[in-house]
């Protein structure tokens, strides 16, 4: 059977609600005024270790800092 | 004149920074629905609604403080609970009203 429900315009660009929905709160992020706007962002910075495991065991981790921004 | 009769309105809203930011009895609050601007009062319908980004607005008496949202839904329940649930909500005097102007000109030439 077809689908009832026309496809929203975010999933129809390729992406999920959830990255739609993080995209539409940086750009909110980034329009605050002074003190609230570098607390929001700097809130949204992660950094992590992230490593491949093959056959069992971990490859050497790589280190990335990434701030919201793509 | 309806809300003397009703259980009153109450309203938790969580956004992904804090968990539940408030909860509260209030009178009514205006949502920024896909749909449009839609009004819940108590005794609403149960509804669940998507937000487009916009303005909502919480009335407590003769007190209304505005919020921008991002994106996100309100889920209404039979029982005059509203849950609000957003990834940012910002009150509107934290808004830079020239760099949202400024980034619209960028966004809006980006397109064209």
Redesign the interface.
Known sequence: MASNAAVPFWRAAGMTYIT???I??N????????P??TD?LS?EKVHFSISKWTDGKPEKPTLRTDSPEE | MFLFLQPPLTRSHRT??RGIVRRYEVDMVIVPATTGQMGVLPGHVATIAEFK?GVLSVHEGSETTKY?V???FVFIHANSFADIIT??A?PL????AN??QK?LVDFTQKLS
């Not at chain 2, 005097?93 to 830079?96: F, L, P």
């Open positions: 739609y929905s993080n539409c709160a750009l909110v992020r980034n329009c605050l005024k002074e609230y706007k929001a809130r | 992904v920074r980004p921008f991002s994106s996100g990834v940012k910002v005097d934290r808004i830079n760099l949202v980034r």
